[in-house]
């Protein structure tokens, strides 16, 4: 197996089928760490768990999966891309099958840069619709003129017609996608793309070199140079992704916070908008201090690890390759 070249396509089947199966099991979390960080004023939540019995309990079970259909959609192109870069560039930068640490972070460098093309818009339309349930507890007796006047832009979510305060209706990725584009054209999927790059970046570089030296660990001593090559054992990938996941997401947090704020386009009352990065930071620190650069912080853990453990896991077990072997 260790002259056997890098399938491109395995890779993108492997990454994509990956991308599903962590979704599917993390993106509760995900939904109460979105709605986690951009409590500015009104708390809402006190924290993940209160915030996962509230949404059940005002928007029943499947509230908690608010937004999951387009990261369903996007994540298998997004995984795909992030996982198969990586492992290309870490082929083009390998000498002999050997690959120095900065090679490594090169390589994650160059995944985390690619993937931004799918992450950014599939962020964008996620947060709106994850937010929206912050948004209706936080004016629970809002009128329909009220809400429509609470956000710098009331046309991306729609209109509630019949005098229903407590159900708001629910945006959908369509009506915001369709507004977007008419009113901002393409960049308006592309809202935070910056901070998208500045967090995804040292993520990659973080997260990849980590992952491929846990998982490393233990195989050379087994029999000498050549069991290099030998593939990790499932459970050896699962925890190797979960720690790297783990460690990954903390360090870039506060990058998170900042890419979150800026691509909410809809905020409660009290709740700053932001012209930038710059801006962003600067009105975060001065009004809510430097620990809400953490916030969500453990939520986003406890998302990344097992999306990146089950991800790699499931990666490492070469669905791809099976997939293709069936179909020659």
Same mark, same amino acid.
């Given at each position: 197996?260790?002259?056997?070249?890098?399938?491109?396509?395995?890779?993108?089947?492997?990454?994509?089928?990956?991308?599903?199966?962590?979704?599917?099991?993390?993106?509760?979390?995900?939904?109460?760490?979105?709605?986690?960080?951009?409590?500015?004023?009104?708390?809402?939540?006190?924290?993940?768990?209160?915030?996962?019995?509230?949404?059940?309990?005002?928007?029943?079970?499947?509230?908690?999966?608010?937004?999951?259909?387009?990261?369903?959609?996007?994540?298998?192109?997004?995984?795909?891309?992030?996982?198969?870069?990586?492992?290309?560039?870490?082929?083009?930068?390998?000498?002999?099958?050997?690959?120095?640490?900065?090679?490594?972070?090169? !390589? $994650? &460098?160059? #995944? +985390?840069?690619?993937?931004? /093309?799918?992450? =950014?818009?599939?962020?964008?339309? @996620?947060?709106? %619709? *994850?937010?929206?349930?912050?948004?209706?507890?936080?004016?629970?007796?809002?009128?329909?003129?009220?809400?429509?006047?609470?956000?710098?832009?009331?046309?991306?979510?729609?209109?509630?017609?019949?005098?229903?305060?407590?159900?708001?209706?629910?945006?959908?990725?369509?009506?915001?996608?369709?507004?977007?584009?008419?009113?901002?054209?393409?960049?308006?999927?592309?809202?935070?793309?910056?901070?998208?790059?500045?967090?995804?970046?040292?993520?990659?570089?973080?997260?990849?070199?980590?992952?491929?030296?846990?998982?490393?660990?233990?195989?050379?001593?087994?029999?000498?140079?050549?069991?290099?090559?030998?593939?990790?054992?499932?459970?050896?990938?699962?925890? !190797? $992704? &979960?720690? #790297? +996941?783990?460690?990954?997401? /903390?360090?870039? =947090?506060?990058?998170?916070?900042? @890419?979150?704020? %800026? *691509?909410?386009?809809?905020?409660?009352?009290?709740?700053?908008?932001?012209?930038?990065?710059?801006?962003?930071?600067?009105?975060?620190?001065?009004?809510?201090?430097?620990?809400?650069?953490?916030?969500?912080?453990?939520?986003?853990?406890?998302?990344?690890?097992?999306?990146?453990?089950?991800?790699?896991?499931?990666?490492?077990?070469?669905?791809?390759?099976?997939?293709?072997?069936?179909?020659?």
């Amino acid at each position: 197996m260790g002259d056997k070249k890098v399938s491109l396509p395995a890779k993108l089947i492997n990454g994509g089928v990956a991308g599903l199966v962590g979704v599917t099991c993390v993106f509760p979390i995900d939904l109460a760490k979105t709605r986690l960080q951009n409590q500015q004023g009104v708390q809402v939540y006190k924290g993940m768990f209160d915030c996962l019995a509230k949404t059940i309990r005002s928007e029943g079970y499947f509230g908690c999966y608010r937004g999951a259909a387009v990261n369903l959609t996007l994540v298998t192109p997004e995984k795909a891309i992030k996982l198969a870069a990586n492992d290309v560039f870490r082929q083009k930068l390998s000498k002999d099958g050997h690959l120095p640490l900065w090679g490594e972070i090169l !390589a $994650g &460098c160059g #995944a +985390g840069t690619c993937q931004v /093309v799918v992450t =950014t818009p599939m962020e964008m339309l @996620k947060i709106q %619709l *994850q937010d929206a349930g912050r948004l209706a507890a936080q004016r629970p007796m809002a009128t329909p003129s009220q809400t429509a006047a609470a956000g710098p832009a009331p046309s991306l979510v729609a209109s509630a017609s019949q005098a229903r305060p407590a159900r708001p209706q629910r945006p959908s990725a369509t009506g915001i996608t369709v507004e977007l584009l008419k009113t901002r054209g393409l960049a308006g999927l592309y809202r935070g793309a910056g901070a998208t790059l500045m967090r995804d970046v040292p993520f990659s570089m973080i997260y990849f070199p980590l992952f491929a030296n846990l998982n490393a660990l233990g195989r050379e001593a087994a029999e000498g140079h050549a069991a290099v090559q030998v593939r990790a054992p499932f459970w050896q990938s699962f925890v !190797a $992704g &979960c720690s #790297a +996941g783990s460690i990954a997401a /903390v360090a870039v =947090t506060p990058l998170d916070v900042i @890419k979150t704020r %800026l *691509q909410t386009l809809q905020k409660g009352e009290g709740e700053d908008t932001y012209r930038g990065i710059v801006d962003c930071t600067r009105r975060i620190l001065s009004r809510e201090g430097p620990s809400a650069f953490l916030k969500g912080a453990a939520c986003r853990a406890l998302v990344i690890a097992p999306l990146f453990g089950i991800a790699q896991g499931v990666y490492f077990l070469g669905v791809g390759e099976a997939v293709l072997g069936l179909l020659e």
